[in-house]
């Protein structure tokens, strides 16, 4: 009889382990777009691809790669992934029983001068909380989501990391080149003001002329300083992206001698949820924070706490004795406030889920805002490109006319500088088309490989090595 009680408690307590209060987490029908507004090709996308390395600028790559290995930032995101998962180890001993060891010792005097009495006991305590309501296994999953969101923060943060490395080369040979044009216009204008200093001198010009030549030059070697620092300023940086103090950053092609990347299909907006590191790690803490619903909940139950004491005397082992026990707790007078605290983690799950179509919202809005660049920028360089030759032709025509006494001087300073403003403007076009290209691999949560994903272990693993 004794026997078929056990039996009938044990397998109660399975069916009740097999209860789980609280909401399972689905994945929320979000109002998705079927397609972007602008035409793209569907299917499958570029976007896994080291974009970088398809610039095949070696330079650039060495960069991008000290960057990943260096950074501080993803230095600290490895650090937070660390503790991640030893929090979740420290919730998953919670469903396997508690051992622990304990000894006693002692002296005693006896009245009447009979001498000291000693007794030594050592023994064994085990409890175990049953999981009638799912409390733990549900926390166990809370804190494996929050493991993985963290795994994805470091992606997402490595996608802006190489991106904004890539984007500040850009910007760095675009200034180069800008540089080199505000120096190559300096020089030309240095030769006009000494040729119209010449004439003044010899009273062929007057000093309007003279002081116009002046001012233009002064145009020029403000722009060097201006790109002077501007450069430096862009190679610090870089330096910091790159996790070493700031320093000169060497470069490898020109800008002019970059290979763009292929056009790359967007693919289809809901492709983002499962492709971009951020929206998949906005899911994940909506899906532990749904998690927390049920936790909650639990509260409302009582909990079964399962206990046993064995032991013996150390001088006299043969008295031993086993202690077996349970204890139930369930709340009463407080029952208003576990209700409350349900309450507060849907509240909480409502925002996770609020949080969860914003960020994948902004992520359709950033492919949007790539794809449009990449189209624009494209067309703009060209028209950069044709309205830099025909500034070069009208200056070069506009000194001939002026050398020949046909115009005025006000006419060559005027086709001087807007030479000058289409050449530094169709560097920077072109700066902007390339950076274009990279924001739109970023916006796709592009350069994510499966060979980086060993990386991120294996820096886990060397991290927690060096603090054991």
Known sequence: MTGRIIGSFIILLFILQACKVGPTYTRPESVLPPSYSLDTDAGASLANLPWWQLFRDSTLVSLISVAVENNRDLGASVAQIRAARAGLQIVRADLYPRINYGADLSTTAQSGGDGLSNSATAGLNVSYIVDLWGRIRRMNEA????????????????IIIVSETAKGYM???????RLLVARQTAESWQSNLEIVQARFNAGFV??????????????????????????????????????????????????????????????????????????????????????????AEALKYPSLTLSADMGAQLVNPAAAFATLGAQVLGPLFN??????????????????????????????????????????????????????????????????????????????????????????????????????????????????????????????????????
Not at 381 to 405: C, K, N, P, T
Not at 411 to 428: G, H, P, W
């Open 143 to 158: 804190a494996f989501q929050e493991y993985l969101a963290t795994e994805e923060a470091y992606r997402t943060l490595t």
């Open 206 to 295: 007057s000093e309007v002329d003279l002081n116009q030549a002046k001012i233009q030059l002064a145009e020029a070697e403000t722009a060097i300083r201006t790109f002077t620092r501007l450069r430096v300023q862009t190679e610090n940086a870089i330096s910091i992206l790159m996790g070493v103090p700031p320093q000169s950053i060497p470069r490898g092609q020109e800008l002019t001698s970059q290979v763009f990347p292929p056009v790359l299909p967007a693919g289809i907006p809901s492709e983002l949820l499962d492709r971009r590191p951020d929206v998949r790690a906005a899911e994940r803490l909506l899906q532990a924070q749904t998690e927390r619903i049920g936790i």
């Open 335 to 468: 029952s208003g406030a576990v209700k409350a605290g349900v309450e507060v983690e849907k509240a909480r799950t409502e925002q996770a889920l609020n949080n969860y179509e914003s960020v994948y919202l902004n992520a359709i809005r950033e492919v949007q805002d790539a794809l449009i660049a990449v189209e624009t920028y494209d067309e703009e360089f060209v028209i950069r490109r044709g309205q830099m030759q025909a500034a070069e032709e009208a200056a070069e025509l506009s000194w001939v006319r002026y050398d020949g006494g046909l115009t005025s001087y006000l006419e060559v300073l005027d086709l001087q500088r807007s030479l000058f403003s289409s050449q530094l403007k169709a560097s920077e076009t072109l700066r902007l088309q390339i950076t274009s290209t990279i924001d739109l691999y970023a916006a796709l949560g592009g350069g994510w490989v499966a060979m980086q994903d060993s990386v991120l272990a294996d820096r886990i693993t060397e991290e927690s090595d060096s603090i054991r």
């Open 171 to 177: 910007t760095l040979l675009d200034l180069d080149n």
